[in-house]
């Protein structure tokens, strides 16, 4: 019996989201599809930044002046994010709104600021301005100007509901994206042993020009890089990923991706990663000993070199890297 196969998309959380579902009945694949939109939304109206009305909203409205009391899912949230921070040293961090505002990527694509303004945004950045009430799923900013943006892992959250969604709806074959960037695979496609990905080239807009191929299954790929939105200024571009630790954007660095078991923890590590850099690969998989990751960068010939995590002998490696002239590969010891 062959099985059915429904394609749905959705926009939410400022991307476009697409699910490929295969089961026996199509109808209840698109009553599945419609659920999961229906909650990513539910959580696009909750978590979002630019939503007036949104829990996050409320919290940087208040929580400067008084602890607020939100509900425990956004609690669990804000705890997880908390202590990654923390194993990140600081290279993940949820309150990198201010300096979002000051380099002018809040619904921008990005001006120079100066120094001054820098290090002015940045007296209100950092997680230790969030202090959590774990009693009272109560949450508050010991400094006016902090501000939560949950950006950088709203969508690999929403994912992982989403995926647990759809193995509540006894779904066994399905792969969900949101904007590229996050992705999550159930399973496999009836037509192969896993899903594979195509992770394209940065910097370059064309379809078909990839710098590897990515095997999924029960397991979610995420990517950072800063190919999307930038400026130039005095002859060096300036991406929108920002390095809270120092106030500005990250270095040259191309693209990072992690495959983890969950979304929210590769759009952690793979944010991360770009921030520290290819040193990096070795501490994220003794924090995520399933994860396996890859890090592009300029070589000093300026060439793109590819760096894979460390792989331990059990484990399939997932990132097949396409080899072309104007790259080069390098293995993590």
Not at 4 to 14: D, E, F
Not at 159 to 177: G, K, M, W
Request: proline fraction near 4%; aromatic fraction near 8%.
């Amino acid at each position: 019996m062959s099985l059915s196969r429904v394609i749905a998309a959705h926009r939410a959380m400022g991307t476009r989201f697409e699910l490929i579902l295969y089961g026996e009945r199509e109808r209840y694949l698109q009553g599945v599809a419609e659920e999961v939109f229906t909650e990513i939304s539910r959580l696009d109206a909750k978590l979002s930044y630019y939503n007036d009305t949104s829990d996050i909203n409320d919290l940087n409205l208040h929580a400067a002046e008084r602890m607020v009391q939100v509900d425990p899912p956004l609690y669990q949230l804000l705890e997880q994010a908390q202590q990654w921070s923390a194993k990140t040293g600081g290279a993940f961090d949820i309150t990198v709104a201010s300096l979002l505002h000051c380099w002018g990527f809040v619904g921008g694509m990005g001006k120079m600021p100066s120094p001054e303004q820098i290090e002015m945004a940045r007296e209100c950045v950092g997680m230790h301005h969030v202090h959590l009430y774990p009693d009272l799923y109560g949450v508050e900013f010991d400094q006016e100007g902090v501000r939560i943006d949950l950006g950088s892992i709203g969508k690999g959250y929403a994912i992982d509901c989403a995926a647990e969604l759809l193995r509540d709806y006894e779904i066994t074959s399905a792969l969900l994206h949101g904007g590229t960037s996050s992705v999550y695979a159930i399973g496999s496609p009836p037509d192969a042993d896993t899903w594979r990905i195509a992770l394209q080239k940065p910097f370059v807009e064309a379809d078909g020009e990839h710098i590897a191929y990515i095997s999924l299954k029960d397991n979610s790929l995420s990517v950072s890089a800063p190919r999307n939105k930038g400026f130039e200024y005095n002859g060096k571009r300036y991406g929108h990923v920002l390095d809270a630790r120092t106030g500005y954007p990250v270095p040259d660095h191309l693209l990072a991706a992690t495959v983890c078991e969950s979304a929210l923890v590769g759009d952690v590590c793979s944010t991360a990663l770009l921030t520290r850099g290819v040193e990096w690969l070795n501490t994220f998989v003794s924090l995520v000993p399933n994860g396996q990751g890859l890090f592009a960068h300029y070589g000093s010939d300026g060439e793109i070199c590819l760096q894979e995590s460390p792989l331990p002998d059990e484990q399939n490696r997932v990132f097949e890297l396409i080899r072309e002239q104007g790259s080069r590969e390098t293995s993590s010891k």
